[in-house]
């Protein structure tokens, strides 16, 4: 079974641009969620898709926008990128059963460098 | 609320030291918890986990126990290697809370030939 993909790996924006990030999660999981990784703050949570809905957020400004498809696969956009807004976005996909065993599995990453 | 505590790092061990990374947890339900593991360059890699208490997860020598009367559930390897040199994170998940994890912030582990 493919793992969780994330496209594109690296992105180099400037201040000010936007950008889209792209999840596939594992077939049959029908849950997403969106982490920023940072040497200074390190694993923090953005936000939770399930059957295209927001579940949970995290406490990000209203310039990190999500959303979810049909199909589970999942983007998410920044708009007004600021340098801060630099790190390695990391999506997550577990099956979502409603039983707290679930697990999480991530995938590689997007590194966004914004200059 | 629900919240991950991990000791410091970075630790720096010898090739075939014993390793503990400690790890302590508060829940306001019946929490499931984790270890994950990041190599460098790349995503979380699941490691172990357990989903109740006196529960023990293991995977690739590392163990670690859920103990509900302690909030805890410690990282444990006899004997590391080179290559278990990562970065090692704690998490939790509650049911109450839906779907999301809760991580720590994460110790950074060297082992040094």
Redesign the interface.
């Known amino acids: 079974k493919a793992g969780v993909t994330q496209t594109p790996r690296y992105l180099i924006k400037t201040r000010g641009q936007q950008v889209t990030l792209s999840c596939s999660p594992i077939s049959g999981h029908r849950s997403v969620s969106w982490y920023q990784q940072t040497p200074g703050q390190g694993l923090q949570f953005l936000f939770e898709y399930f059957s295209e809905t927001q579940r949970n957020k995290g406490n990000f400004p209203g310039r990190f926008s999500g959303r979810q498809f049909s199909n589970s696969r999942s983007e998410m956009n920044v708009s007004t990128l600021e340098l801060g807004d630099s790190a390695l976005y990391l999506c997550a996909s577990s099956l979502a059963s409603g039983e707290n065993t679930d697990t999480q599995y991530f995938g590689p990453g997007t590194r966004l460098t914004v200059l | 609320g629900n919240s991950v505590t991990q000791m410091e790092g970075p630790v720096t061990l010898s090739e075939e030291a014993f390793l503990t990374i400690n790890c302590t947890y508060t829940a306001t339900g019946?929490?499931?918890l984790?270890w994950?593991v990041q190599y460098p360059g790349?995503?979380?890699?699941?490691l172990l986990?357990a989903?109740k208490a006196d529960d023990k997860g293991s995977n690739k020598g590392f163990e670690a126990t859920y103990r509900k009367e302690t909030t805890s559930f410690h990282l444990e390897k006899g004997s590391v290697q080179v290559s278990d040199s990562a970065v090692y994170?704690c998490a939790l998940?509650?049911?109450g809370?839906?779907?999301?994890?809760?991580?720590g912030?994460?110790t950074s582990l060297t082992v040094i030939p």
Do not use: A, C, R, V
Not at chain 2, 42 to 46: A, I, R, S, Y
Not at chain 2, 97 to 103: I, R
């Open positions: 019946y929490p499931s984790f994950y790349e995503g979380l890699q699941l986990k989903t994170f998940s509650d049911q809370t839906g779907n999301q994890f809760y991580f912030t994460g």
